[in-house]
């Protein structure tokens, strides 16, 4: 009889914690903004993962990735890998850009990069931009008709106004 009753405390025991974590809402950890599946960040850099992925027996992974190299100074690019070896690894590079207030991102520049007979393509470049703005990148991959796309968060590039050189130690001011 001892036995019955410690396992029905312990069964309502458990029915109640479930019920009690059910009913809990689920809020980011740090309620940042997100613009289209982007955070608005003051990181210096992000990197994104192959979403969505129609995955079949070419396409292994694919990534997006900025960051900020200095002041109005972004480096933004992507990589995509293939399973083996394909007739045709692609990569296609969007940076787009936002404000805090936007309710969408604007173009800024695109390119694309093709590797044939490889299983991978990586490319990247060094793009000066005007400060104020969030920047993002986003790729689309594919690798002998599989398909993908990643997306990083936003990175705020600030004005070069905005941004005091630091005091070397010894001096003083």
């Not at 100074?73 to 083996?84: L, M």
Request: glycine fraction near 10%.
């Amino acid at each position: 009889m001892r036995k019955q009753v410690v396992s029905g405390i312990c069964a309502l025991a458990l029915m109640f914690g479930l019920l009690m974590s059910t009913g809990l809402d689920t809020k980011a950890s740090d309620n940042r903004p997100m613009l289209d599946g982007s955070y608005l960040t003051n990181e210096t850099e992000s990197t994104g993962t192959g979403t969505s992925i129609t995955r079949g027996e070419n396409l292994q992974i694919g990534y997006s990735k900025i960051r900020k190299v200095g002041s109005g100074v972004i480096y933004a690019g992507g990589t995509t890998i293939g399973q083996h070896t394909c007739e045709s690894v692609k990569i296609a590079v969007i940076v787009e850009r936002a404000k805090w207030e936007d309710d969408e991102w604007e173009f800024v520049d695109t390119w694309e990069k093709e590797n044939t007979n490889a299983d991978l393509v990586s490319t990247s470049k060094k793009l000066e931009v005007e400060g104020g703005w969030y920047y993002r990148v986003k790729c689309y991959h594919s690798a002998d008709g599989d398909v993908s796309d990643s997306l990083t968060n936003g990175l705020y590039v600030g004005d070069p106004s905005d941004i005091t050189p630091p005091v070397e130690s010894g001096n003083s001011l």
